[in-house]
Every structure is written in C-alpha cells, then in structure tokens.
C-alpha cells in the first residue's frame, strides 16, 4: 500500500503540498475576519448594506476549491482519464477564476452605498473610512485569492507544456478575465450564464466588439483592470516561488 502511494505523494509534494494547505488555512481565516468587518457595519436603520459581499467572495472562493481539485486530478488519474478530466474541469476553472478579482470592483459600491455630500470633506468622517477600508480589505482579498489559483494552475501548465507556454497561459487567463470582470460588473452576466445560456451570451459578445463606442468602453475598462491582475500577480509570484523552494 505504502509503495503504491509514495508516488502519488511525492507528486502532491511536488505541486508544493502540503504548504498549499497551510496557506489556504491563512487565506480561510483572512476571509472570516474580513467577512466579519463586512457584516459590522449597519445603517442606524438596521440595514446591512454589503451582505451582496457574502455570496461574491463565495464564488471567489469558488475557484480555489476547483484549483485543487485539478492538482488532485494531476496527481492521482492516469494519463488519458487526467488529460480528459483537466480539459473539463479546467474550462470550470477559468470560467469561475474572474469571480476573484471581481472582487475589486465592488469598491465602487462604497460611492453608491455611503451617503456623502461631494460639497464636503466627507472624507472627514470616520465612517467613510470603515466602508472603504472593508471593502478595500475584500478587493485584497480577491487579488489574493487569484493569484493563489492561477499560480496553482499556472504550476500544472508549467510542468505539462513548460515556462514559456505556462507565462502565455497566463497572459491569455488575463485577458480573457479582464473581459469576463468587464461583462459582470457593466452587463451583469455571471459564471452561471456561460454554461446555461452560451448561444445568447455568444451572440451579444458579438454584438458589443462590433459596435465602436461599446468596444472603445470596454478596452478602456479592461486595459487598466488587465494592469491590476499583471502587476499584483508577479510580485506574488516571485515571492511564493521563492519561498516554496
């Protein structure tokens, strides 16, 4: 028996397990105490005005646990039944990975949930800073939590097809999530709508890069949040490589 899994562990070690675990434990206990800050603030009528944050950070989360089911699946099938199950399982994956990094544009919710007079230096109130700093404690949380899954699945790219087609994965994984935050956040779709309804969605996809004005809004939107994903991605690369070996 000891024979039989010594190599699936040796894989599992190989994919950085169990320091995986370790940090997904962190991430856990990062998301509580955020959550918790979250459900704290209340209007004097008794309103709750971010609860809509709950169910945000549970797709995010969404996409960790499908990570490690893909490193679960690398490490114990055979190759062909692995090649098939990563294919499906990994389209689940990128199609829940936006939901993460979604997470920062909730930020704006802060302008249209707080009640401010422009006129005034409402930044006076201390109020103010709760509703930002919470909501800007969840878009870190949301960066985080994405780049833990891409790194994850960017390790399983890596050891299949190389550095160099594991850093195009990414770029592509960018791009293609910058759009998909893009048509959340503006057109209001969700993962959900991909699988349930793909014609409609494919046709109106259609329809928004045909038409100039829509095209121009979205690569205005996407070329800046495209910047976010790169440049809070690498740093934590850098870092979490380094710190594995």
Not at 24 to 49: D, H, K, W
Not at 192 to 210: A, C, N, Q, S
Request: proline share 4%; glycine share 4%; with cysteine.
């Amino acid at each position: 028996m000891w024979l039989f899994r010594r190599p699936i562990l040796e894989k599992l070690e190989s994919l950085y397990y169990p320091k995986k675990i370790y940090l997904i434990i962190v991430l856990f206990i990062a998301t509580l105490i955020s959550l918790i800050s979250v459900y704290s603030i209340q209007y004097p009528s008794g309103e709750r005005p971010y609860l809509f944050i709950f169910w945000n950070t549970f797709l995010a989360w969404v996409t960790v646990g499908v990570a490690v089911l893909l490193d679960l699946i690398f490490s114990y099938s055979r190759k062909l039944v692995r090649a098939v199950m990563l294919i499906f399982i990994g389209a689940t994956w990128l199609f829940f990975f936006p939901n993460a990094p979604y997470l920062v544009t909730d930020l704006l919710h802060v302008f249209a949930r707080y009640s401010f007079d422009p006129s005034e230096r409402f930044w006076i109130d201390p109020v103010f800073w709760q509703h930002l700093f919470t909501l800007f404690t969840i878009a870190i949380l949301g960066v985080l939590l994405g780049s833990y899954s891409l790194f994850s699945v960017q390790n399983l790219v890596k050891k299949s097809f190389g550095v160099i087609a594991s850093w195009i994965f990414v770029i592509i994984v960018f791009i293609l999530s910058s759009f998909g935050i893009y048509i959340g956040r503006f057109v209001r779709w969700n993962s959900w709508d991909v699988l349930m309804r793909p014609g409609y969605i494919f046709e109106e996809i259609v329809i928004m890069l045909t038409d100039a004005s829509t095209l121009y809004h979205v690569f205005s939107f996407c070329k800046f949040m495209f910047m976010i994903l790169i440049i809070s991605y690498v740093p934590i690369y850098v870092i979490t490589r380094t710190f594995s070996r």
